[in-house]
């Protein structure tokens, strides 16, 4: 065995031999892949096999569809067949609700390409000729689903990996990752020591172990899940003939059940109800390729569901059940890439479908390794959209959740209940009063939008308009008239001290950083010159600020995503060690409160609160001062994402409640209303506001997302200059645009394809009702020949739930488009 090695891969699974192949692919060959038993001991050997290109989220989806369609280009290059049975799928949608799901899913395909097509229960019928009718309402026909031999896939990578140099140590066990002081990794196994650069802990059902080796305990957690294989069938063999020999695949939601032709009979699986996790604190390292104790009464139901919708099961005899574990993350989705703080530490786990997704994910894992760029949009894959708040408890809250709810409806306004209310803000019990109806992001609790008094605060989940609609308008014109009072703590704060911190936040940040008092928006590039954040960095003087005791002359507070929080944490560790000087940075999470105030009375509550001067004049859009209001001493921050005039008001959170009830009593005389996400939202598409995760999102550049002035090319050196002012001369290929759609009682959410001329030209990152311009708003990106002001601005369509709307593409915000309203 080799005892260096450039990465050592742990876990011979599906996806462990999927990112050995891809960095091989990628040109680094000096790579390992240590198996503790055979290739595919772990949960692959017992899969179904099935593979589907159909996701709610079309980032995972197009990550699904280059899995499949890297099937046949396997086959060829290792010499091992991957048994690819591509017998299409059809989606059946039990009413309408689902219905709407698939023509919603349907649309998103549409701009990667996907040939998905709506068919009628009739046209379903003659493609799965054994189901009954009545029990559907139409479905979605995708022609790229199918299944494929677990086996035959992560022997044919390993295969075409070790043509390409790479080295496969079978029962080779790693039990102990050790970290060298030079950056280097020890991987400690039976057979010796590998140091290592990177290693990549693909340990499927155990990850778990492996991330605790490194003291990190990841958000995964094992099921059960059965399937069953009937006894032949003699209706089977003409279907067969029919369809080219394999027979079709098809999804049952309501029924919970897949279906597929199986060595004459039928395979049936279910994602029940009554789900049971396995090895919730460890999984046993005598595991072997061993199956569990199936248990037909857990999934009587969707037997009994099967038998209604499909009745040849119910005369079938039961040839085989597999009962066999695999793991979740929270969300049902991959936890990929590096680990914060642990240079050369990665993952690739958690991977529920890696039949469907391992291509993907190996791909985007060797980009990552050998480029620093996963080469597309990974954000709801990336493990770090977890934080610290997820302990097993929550995993597993979560993850039961999830599987349960595997081929239930999500609606695009929903939020799930398990493992909430986790964290929550000093004032959550007033806002709870005040009829808050809940979100929770990053683990923390938000009120989306408060009910009005004597109502239930739940909000009725719908592809619709939902009963939020008409309260939020109330909350949009209460704010736009008067004042508005928003909970912000969730907001992500990073803070920065020392002597090295100006030089520091220069490096990474595209805008100059401001003198102190004042603050910044800037957005943060990777070295491809790539939109990986966008801040605003607030420079508080900490001579002026005696409650601050850090070492050197200022203070920066760098304000963002509160769901990027762990993304962010993760690239600032990754860059402070490149910088000579000193530099002391945390993420503040939630130790420090947020509230803000907006609307045109906003002024007059402040004024109220304070002896300082905070005119005009006195105090400028984009100011920050310590400011004390009342016994509360507050940072105070001139801005407010509204687009209105506003202030932020950052306290320790032991003084929040004390700074809500000054706030709440100063604006009484000016009938100020509590307003929660959903109207900051609203207020957003008035101005066509972009949001991180929405519209700025590591795959476009900022000049695509029309951040030109906020990046300054002539301030010197900085984190992604060359390769953005590359892109500036080369001319963005597309610009984001924000376009008003003639919906009828459905807004574009995200997602959906924008048409014009018969084809389909962009995207849409996110929309809504904007309650105070009464427009129905869309933010997107179209090629740029489509985005210029001398090009028409008509003749878009949006489509929504399956339906083509006109939109007009609008060239100023909807409101105050001078910005008098912000800086006056
Ligand atoms: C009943 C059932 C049906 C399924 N059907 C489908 C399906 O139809 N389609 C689909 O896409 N997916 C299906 N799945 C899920 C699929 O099995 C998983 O997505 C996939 O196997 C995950 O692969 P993996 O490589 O991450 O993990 P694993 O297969 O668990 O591989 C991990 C490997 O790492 C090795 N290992 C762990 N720790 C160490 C260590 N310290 N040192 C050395 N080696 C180590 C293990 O021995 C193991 O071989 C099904 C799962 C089950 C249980």
Redesign the pocket.
């Known amino acids: 065995m080799k005892s260096t090695a450039q990465v050592v891969v ?9 990112v050995l192949y891809h960095l091989t692919r990628a040109g680094w060959t000096d790579v390992v892949l ?19 290109t159909i996701n709610g989220d079309p980032n995972v989806a197009a990550l699904q569809r280059y899995t499949v369609q890297l099937y046949e280009e396997l086959e060829k290059s290792s010499g091992v067949s991957c048994g690819v049975h591509l017998t299409g799928e059809v989606m059946l949608a039990d009413n309408e609700d689902r219905m709407d799901w698939l023509r919603m899913v349907h649309a998103r395909g549409r701009y990667l390409g996907m040939e998905t097509e709506l068919i009628s229960v009739a046209e379903a019928a003659q493609k799965v000729p054994f189901l009954v009718e009545e029990h559907f309402v139409g479905a979605l026909w995708d022609p790229v689903g199918g ?1 494929v031999d ?1 086996s035959g896939v ?1 022997h044919a990578y390993a295969t075409a990996a070790r043509m390409s140099g790479a080295e496969v140590y079978r029962n ?4 102990d990752i050790v970290a060298n002081s030079d950056d280097t990794w020890d991987v400690v ?1 039976e057979q010796g020591t590998i140091t290592c650069e990177h290693f990549v ?7 778990r ?2 991330g605790r ?1 490194c003291g990190l305990e990841l958000p995964i957690l094992a099921m ?4 069953l294989v009937t006894e032949q069938l003699p209706e089977i063999a003409p279907w067969l003939e029919e369809t080219g020999g394999h027979g079709v695949g098809a999804i049952d939601f309501g029924g919970e059940i ?1 279906t597929r032709a199986e060595a004459g009979g039928l395979l049936l ?1 279910t994602y029940e109800k009554a789900c049971v996790p396995w090895s919730t604190t460890e999984t046993p ?1 005598d595991f072997g390729s061993q199956l569990l104790t199936p248990d037909l009464e857990r999934i009587a139901p969707s037997l009994a569901a099967a038998f209604e919708h499909f009745p040849i099961f119910a005369d079938a005899g039961i040839r085989n059940v ?6 979740f993350a929270p969300d049902g989705n991959p936890l990929i890439g590096p680990i914060r703080g642990q240079r050369g530490h990665w993952v ?11 291509g993907g994910v190996g791909l985007a894992m060797a980009n990552w390794m050998t480029t620093g760029d996963p080469g597309f949009d990974v954000w709801g894959m990336d493990v770090a959209r977890f934080g610290d708040w997820t302990t097993p408890s929550y995993t597993k809250a979560k993850v039961m959740e999830n599987y349960s709810r595997r081929f239930s409806i999500s609606f695009p306004n929903e939020e799930l209940p398990a493992g909430r209310p986790l964290h929550t803000s000093a004032i959550h019990d007033q806002l709870d009063a005040a009829n808050a109806v809940w979100g929770a992001s990053y683990g923390l609790e938000y009120p989306l939008w408060f009910q009005r008094p004597g109502a239930e605060a739940v909000e009725q989940v719908t592809f619709h308009r939902s009963n939020a609609f008409d309260v939020v308008a109330e909350e949009v014109h209460a704010t736009r008239t008067g004042v508005g009072l928003l909970e912000t703590t969730g907001f992500a704060k990073h803070e920065f001290t020392g002597p090295g911190a100006r030089a520091f936040l220069e490096r990474t940040m595209a805008n100059r950083i401001p003198e102190p008092g004042r603050m910044a928006l800037t957005p943060m590039l990777n070295h491809q010159g790539m939109l990986i954040g966008d801040f605003t960095v607030a420079t508080i003087s900490t001579t002026t600020d005696p409650t601050d005791g850090s070492e050197g002359p200022e203070r920066f507070l760098v304000f963002g995503s509160g769901a990027a929080e762990g993304h962010h944490e993760r690239w600032f560790r990754s860059q402070l060690p490149h910088t000579g000087d000193r530099v002391a940075y945390r993420p503040l999470s939630h130790e420090m409160a947020g509230l803000s105030i907006s609307g045109p009375a906003a002024r007059q509550v402040l004024a109220s609160l304070t002896d300082m001067d905070v005119s005009n004049d006195s105090f400028r859009f984009l100011d920050v001062r310590r400011m004390d209001l009342g016994m509360v001493p507050a940072l105070v921050a001139r801005i407010s994402f509204t687009g209105d005039l506003g202030y932020e008001f950052w306290v320790p959170a032991s003084l929040q409640q004390r700074l809500f009830q000054l706030l709440t009593e100063a604006g009484e005389p000016h009938g100020m209303r509590l307003f929660g996400l959903r109207a900051l939202d609203s207020m957003r598409f008035d101005k066509g506001f972009g949001a991180w995760a929405s519209e700025y999102r590591p795959v476009y550049t900022p000049w695509e997302a029309r951040m030109d002035r906020f990046v300054k090319l002539d301030k010197g050196d900085f984190i992604g200059r060359e390769a953005a002012a590359a892109s500036l001369a080369a001319g963005p290929e597309r610009r984001l645009c924000l376009l008003d759609v003639d919906v009828d009682g459905a807004d574009a959410l995200g997602d959906e394809p924008i048409w014009h001329d018969g084809e389909v030209v962009g995207w849409v990152t996110s929309g809504g009702y904007a309650h105070w311009s009464e427009v129905s708003c869309a933010l997107g990106y179209l090629p740029v020949a489509l985005t210029g002001t001398d090009s028409p601005s008509t003749g878009f369509e949006v489509e929504v739930l399956g339906v083509r709307r006109a939109a007009t593409r609008l060239d100023e915000p909807l409101f105050d488009p001078s910005g008098s309203r912000m800086r006056s």
């Open positions: 742990i876990g011979g699974g599906v996806i462990g031999a999927s240590l198996e503790r038993r055979e290739l595919t001991a772990g949960s692959t050997w017992h899969a179904a096999g099935g593979m589907h299944h677990p992560t080779t066990w790693a039990y196994t802990n693909c340990g499927g059902l155990w990850a172990e492996v080796m059960e899940h059965q399937y897949y699986g390292w597999v009962n066999g574990p695999f793991t690739a786990c958690g991977v529920m479908a890696g039949l469907s997704q391992g």
